[in-house]
Antibody
Framework: QLQLQESGPGLVKPSETLSLTCTVS??????????WGWIRQPPGKGLEWIGN???????YYNPSLKSRVTIAVDTSKNQFSLRLSSVTAADTAVYYC????????????????????WGQGTTVTVSS | EIVMTQSPATLSVSPGERATLSCRAS??????LAWYQQKPGQAPRLLIY???TRATGIPARFSGSGSGTEFTLNISSLQSEDFAVYYC?????????FGPGTKVDIK
């Protein structure tokens, strides 16, 4: 059973770069067929999709964040990462990593389509 | 970008009653629509995908319907553990987009 765990600093200064890592356990990041991605949730607000990456390196980003976001995958460590540059207070949120299944290869593992595996979330505060 | 809207914003329901939540897409998403449940302090949980298929382990009291631009999530008899926020999400097109959520609280 796939499990995800976010890690990274809980406090980032304005104008700096937020960096988070998601470690995948219970399966291979490159052979499971999932798109790996990030979703965030500002305090008291709804869910905002940030972006996804396939193990081949293909990425999809939220247009509103695209100029500041980089998602990368490290298959040797079974991890993927998020970098968000030039942060402001508006980037304060709980950041979740998640696996999104849209292919038969991941469906064979999970028996679900959609975002069926999530990390527990990590709170990132942008403040000086 | 496909914009998702949900109604109502808050739904007050008594335990044992039926809850009906609506989700609308700004353009057709076929049946590429998922529903998620989120409780305070927890990550979202996948309930429904393909507009009407329950995810693994989801009780039968949860059902989804619709296609194109109009979708519905029904909870047939609300249990105490069902009081939460529910989000719809389209994955027919990139970027993936979520609705703003419907909070189901105790009447």
């Amino acid at each position: 059973q796939l499990q995800l765990q976010e890690s990274g600093p809980g406090l980032v200064k304005p104008s700096e770069t937020l960096s988070l890592t998601c470690t995948v356990s219970g399966g291979s990041i490159s052979s499971s067929g999932y798109y790996w991605g990030w979703i965030r949730q500002p305090p008291g607000k709804g869910l905002e999709w940030i972006g996804n990456i396939y193990h081949s390196g293909i990425t999809y980003y939220n247009p509103s964040l695209k100029s500041r976001v980089t998602i990368a995958v490290d298959t040797s460590k079974n991890q993927f990462s998020l970098r968000l540059s030039s942060v402001t207070a508006a980037d304060t949120a709980v950041y979740y990593c998640a696996g999104y299944c849209s292919s038969t290869s991941c469906y064979r593992i999970s028996q679900n389509y959609g975002m069926d595996v999530w990390g527990q979330g990590t709170t990132v505060t942008v403040s000086s | 970008e496909i914009v998702m809207t949900q109604s109502p914003a808050t739904l007050s329901v008594s335990p044992g009653e039926r809850a009906t939540l609506s989700c609308r897409a700004s353009q057709s998403v076929s049946n590429n629509l998922a529903w998620y449940q989120q409780k305070p302090g927890q990550a979202p949980r996948l309930l429904i995908y393909g507009a009407s298929t329950r995810a693994t382990g989801i009780p039968a009291r949860f059902s989804g319907s619709g296609s194109g631009t109009e979708f519905t999530l029904n909870i047939s008899s609300l249990q105490s553990e069902d009081f939460a926020v529910y989000y719809c999400q389209q994955y027919n097109n990139w970027p993936i987009t979520f609705g703003p959520g419907t909070k189901v609280d105790i009447k």
